[in-house]
């Protein structure tokens, strides 16, 4: 069966300082991969997603970037934090529909 | 075009009644539409989803009822249970496959449930 690992599942930074957050899908090859942005009262957001290797499309102009390195490994990086980039960030994978979503990482910037 | 309503933002419903959670959306390319369960700390997890093709899909105390003429679909929770206490987010997003960024769902804005005993 297929799952998918978001780690970490906290994470506190200071202003300014880089992140990298990660995600793997197990159980499944070439699978469409989304980052989400989930803040309280707005639903989520998608940030950018993945049809395959190197192929990333961005949906919000914004401090952060993503990168695809291997099939089923997709990254969440900023070189710089912003305090507006706090949030629950939530990974998912899909072939087609639905889309499964991973645990999130809450981080929060300070 | 794109967004997808949800109502209401929250609901507190006795526990053995009925929840409901209504959706609306506008782009007529729309052609699946799932409902989302998530837990404090968690992930959402799909919970039931629907094609235009049916009027209501049913799974367990689950049903979604679909009106295609009015773009709206609802979530009904029979016999609402505390354990059901959760934010349930809808979500649609077109079916065919149009290349790079297909099946991208949509969200509604989440509707927080509390079942008080």
């Known amino acids: 069966s297929q799952t998918i690992h978001q780690w970490p599942a906290t994470l506190v930074q200071p202003v300014g300082s880089p992140l990298s957050l990660e995600c793997t899908v197990e159980?499944?090859?070439?699978?469409?991969l989304y980052w989400y942005r989930q803040a309280a009262g707005r639903g989520l957001q998608l940030l950018f997603y993945?049809?395959?290797?190197?192929?990333i499309s961005s949906e919000v102009p914004q401090n952060l970037s993503a990168s695809r390195p291997q099939d089923r490994q997709f990254i969440l990086s900023s070189k710089k934090l912003l305090l507006s980039d706090s949030g629950f960030y939530l990974c998912?994978?899909?072939?087609?529909?639905?889309?499964?979503f991973g645990d999130g990482t809450r981080l929060s910037i300070l | 075009q794109q967004q997808v309503k949800q109502s209401p933002q929250s609901l507190i419903v006795q526990k053995g009644g009925i929840s409901i959670i209504n959706c609306a959306y506008e782009?007529?390319?729309?052609?699946?539409f799932p409902w989302y369960q998530q837990f404090p700390g968690k992930g959402p997890a799909l919970l039931i989803a629907?094609?235009?093709?049916?009027s209501e899909k049913k799974e367990g105390r689950f049903t979604i009822s679909f009106n295609k003429s009015a773009k709206q679909f609802s979530l009904h929770i029979m016999d609402s249970q505390p354990g059901d206490s959760a934010t349930y987010f809808c979500?649609?997003?077109?079916?065919?496959?149009?290349?790079?960024?297909?099946?991208?769902?949509?969200f509604g804005k989440g509707t927080k449930l509390s079942v008080i005993p």
């Open positions: 782009n007529t390319a729309f052609d699946y």
């Open positions: 159980g499944t090859s070439n699978p469409n």
């Open positions: 629907i094609r235009p093709d049916v």
């Open positions: 979500a649609a997003s077109p079916h065919r496959y149009s290349g790079a960024g297909s099946y991208q769902l949509t």
């Open positions: 998912a994978w899909g072939t087609s529909e639905p889309q499964h």
């Open positions: 993945s049809v395959g290797i190197g192929q």
